[in-house]
């Protein structure tokens, strides 16, 4: 799963550059990457070079004041007792990710980490990249999991949908949601919570009438 357009409602990078007076430099740039025309990895560094120097408590003030999307709690619990493990795998940055996941109890996230040098913002360490399909490889067994949903918002997530038995854009650009089998226009993972419910409910009755 996503995290900023999907388990955050918004973009760190960009809320970040609107206090710096770099917002429509970065919206672009943002905007290019998800809709898959930019190289991820590229739009990501070009991000940064725009907002070095700013300041690590400015970075960690914004990380705070980000908000979860609405129905993100209500999705997390529901999947939890429907026996779903929740992995969220993102090109955004630890600092957000980390509070982000503690306060949805999510134990285990991939993200990439911001560098710093005299408490100024400097560089970034890309741990995740636009293929985070093999990032998950990585971290997970994939053969444990009898049914696996990916979410995303952007290009850099149709790697992701390549592993998925159901895909899932949520609010995403055009470039993405031709790929999933689900598309959510709406700001409310409470509907994802409800389709997750709905698949269970259909798993129960195909057993029956075995």
């Given at each position: 799963?996503d995290?900023?357009?999907?388990?955050?409602?918004?973009?760190?990078?960009?809320?970040?550059?609107?206090?710096?007076?770099?917002e429509?430099?970065?919206s672009?740039?943002?905007?290019?990457?998800?809709?898959?025309?930019?190289k991820?990895?590229v739009?990501?560094?070009?991000?940064?070079?725009?907002?070095?120097?700013?300041?690590?408590?400015?970075?960690?003030?914004?990380?705070?004041?980000?908000?979860?999307?609405?129905?993100?709690?209500?999705?997390?619990?529901?999947?939890?007792?429907?026996?779903y493990?929740?992995?969220v795998v993102?090109g955004s940055?630890?600092?957000?990710a980390r509070k982000?996941?503690e306060?949805?109890?999510?134990?285990?996230?991939?993200?990439?980490?911001?560098?710093f040098?005299?408490?100024?913002?400097v560089?970034?360490?890309?741990?995740?990249?636009s293929?985070?399909?093999?990032?998950?490889a990585e971290k997970?067994?994939?053969?444990?999991?009898?049914?696996?949903?990916?979410?995303?918002?952007?290009a850099?997530?149709a790697?992701?949908?390549?592993?998925a038995?159901?895909?899932?854009?949520?609010?995403?650009?055009?470039?993405?949601?031709?790929?999933?089998d689900?598309?959510?226009?709406?700001?409310?993972l409470?509907?994802?919570?409800?389709?997750?419910?709905?698949?269970?409910?259909?798993?129960?009755?195909?057993?029956?009438?075995?």
């Amino acid at each position: 799963m996503d995290l900023e357009g999907v388990l955050i409602d918004g973009e760190f990078l960009v809320e970040l550059a609107k206090e710096v007076g770099k917002e429509r430099e970065v919206s672009e740039l943002t905007r290019l990457g998800l809709e898959g025309k930019l190289k991820w990895e590229v739009g990501l560094r070009k991000r940064i070079n725009l907002l070095r120097g700013v300041s690590r408590r400015k970075v960690e003030s914004v990380a705070k004041k980000l908000k979860l999307m609405k129905g993100a709690t209500k999705l997390c619990d529901i999947a939890r007792e429907l026996g779903y493990e929740i992995f969220v795998v993102t090109g955004s940055f630890e600092i957000l990710a980390r509070k982000a996941c503690e306060k949805l109890g999510i134990n285990y996230f991939a993200s990439n980490e911001l560098v710093f040098n005299c408490d100024k913002l400097v560089d970034v360490k890309v741990k995740v990249d636009s293929d985070k399909a093999r990032v998950v490889a990585e971290k997970l067994n994939l053969n444990a999991y009898d049914f696996i949903v990916a979410v995303g918002d952007g290009a850099n997530d149709a790697k992701l949908f390549e592993l998925a038995d159901l895909k899932v854009a949520f609010n995403a650009k055009d470039s993405l949601a031709k790929k999933a089998d689900v598309v959510i226009r709406r700001k409310d993972l409470r509907l994802l919570a409800s389709l997750l419910m709905g698949i269970e409910l259909l798993k129960i009755k195909a057993k029956r009438k075995r």
